[in-house]
């Protein structure tokens, strides 16, 4: 029980991410759609900070479940903050 809570909140934790790192897109992205705003964060080297901004929404999730005791999503969703996070790192430095 207490894993698939885990797991339910890297999930949500990945998912928040991704609509997060879509939504600066089209906030801070230069281009027409999204991909092409993609394209152009990765070849002026600002993708990682893009990334970084979507994770945000992470807080709001993180602070939901631990506001409704639900800590084990919480958890969850900590983790899949620490794997966007070593994602980004890995993408900057090599």
Same mark, same amino acid.
């Given at each position: 029980?207490?894993? $698939?809570?885990?797991?339910? =909140?890297?999930?949500?934790?990945?998912?928040?991410?991704? %609509?997060?790192?879509?939504? &600066?897109?089209?906030?801070?992205?230069?281009?027409?759609?999204?991909?092409? &705003?993609?394209?152009? *964060?990765?070849?002026?080297?600002?993708?990682?900070?893009?990334? &970084?901004? =979507?994770?945000?929404?992470?807080?709001?999730?993180?602070?939901?479940?631990? +506001?409704? +005791? $639900?800590?084990? #999503?919480?958890? =969850?969703?900590? %983790? *899949?903050?620490?794997?966007? *996070?070593? %994602?980004?790192?890995?993408? #900057?430095?090599?």
């Amino acid at each position: 029980m207490k894993n $698939k809570e885990i797991i339910l =909140g890297i999930s949500i934790g990945l998912v928040a991410s991704a %609509i997060g790192l879509t939504l &600066s897109l089209l906030f801070f992205g230069s281009g027409d759609s999204i991909s092409n &705003s993609l394209h152009i *964060a990765l070849a002026q080297g600002v993708f990682t900070k893009l990334v &970084s901004i =979507g994770a945000l929404l992470n807080l709001g999730a993180f602070f939901l479940y631990l +506001n409704t +005791n $639900k800590e084990s #999503r919480a958890k =969850g969703v900590l %983790i *899949a903050t620490i794997i966007v *996070a070593l %994602i980004t790192i890995i993408i #900057r430095f090599f």
